[in-house]
T-cell receptor
Framework: GQNIDQPTEMTATEGAIVQINCTYQ??????LFWYQQHAGEAPTFLSY??LDGLEEKGRFSSFLSRSKGYSYLLLKELQMKDSASYLC??????????WGAGTKLIIKP | TAGITQAPTSQILAAGRSMTLRCTQD?????MYWYRQDLGLGLRLIHY???????GKGEVPDGYSVSRANTDDFPLTLASAVPSQTSVYFC?????????????FGPGTRLTVL
């Protein structure tokens, strides 16, 4: 079966750095997405990785290792507004998007 | 720019009744999707449409139907609602010809079936 694993919840301090991990087992791989979802709102696109390595976009970076079936989202200089759920999703061989359950990130002052 | 809209925002529905959730996008995206999101579970695909006039079944299609008469609209119908269909429903669209084919989501419909 297809599976995406992420921690259920993480806590971090304002101004700090946090890394949210995602491991996946899917039938094929055609890209990995990270989305942010604030409580009661829709998911919004953060990043996309299809090749191994690090993609940096401002305070957010995303890393991919296809051989390990592993990705992480790195958030730097945390702000209170970063409190949200972070969803990892993988495009499989049929170009269907398989979603993880999401990681709820709590930022404390 | 409206992007993608959904209606209603929320609804309480008696079991056994039918209901149509509406979804409209103005981005001229070919692909559209319906998901449900339940606590502790990832987004689960109900139905999708790769282009106007075609639809396909996702992971959890039972009890739901869709149509795609044109590019902009993708309504989801519950023919006879059951309490297990209580959920938050998100509509999304994407441009498969785009760089990443990322999906853009509507604001969601919160449905409670009693």
């Amino acid at each position: 079966g297809q599976n995406i694993d992420q921690p259920t919840e993480m806590t971090a301090t304002e101004g700090a750095i946090v890394q949210i991990n995602c491991t996946y087992q899917t039938s094929g791989f055609n890209g990995l997405f990270w989305y942010q979802q604030h409580a009661g709102e829709a998911p919004t696109f953060l990043s996309y990785n299809v090749l191994d390595g690090l993609e940096e976009k401002g305070r957010f970076s995303s890393f991919l290792s296809r051989s390990k079936g592993y990705s992480y989202l790195l958030l730097k200089e945390l702000q209170m507004k970063d409190s949200a759920s972070y969803l990892c999703a993988v495009t499989d061989s049929n170009y269907q998007l398989i979603w993880g359950a999401g990681t709820k990130l709590i930022i404390k002052p | 720019t409206a992007g993608i809209t959904q209606a209603p925002t929320s609804q309480i529905l008696a079991a056994g009744r039918s209901m149509t959730l509406r979804c409209t996008q103005d981005m001229r995206h070919n692909a559209m999707y319906w998901y449900r999101q339940d606590l502790g579970l990832g987004l689960r695909l109900i139905h999708y449409s790769n282009t106007a006039g075609t639809t396909g079944k996702g992971e959890v299609p039972d009890g739901y139907s869709v149509s795609r008469a044109n590019t902009d609209d993708f309504p989801l119908t519950l023919a006879s609602a059951v309490p297990s269909q209580t959920s938050v429903y998100f509509c999304a669209s994407s441009d498969p010809a785009g760089d990443h084919n990322e999906q853009f989501f509507g604001p969601g419909t919160r449905l409670t079936v009693l």
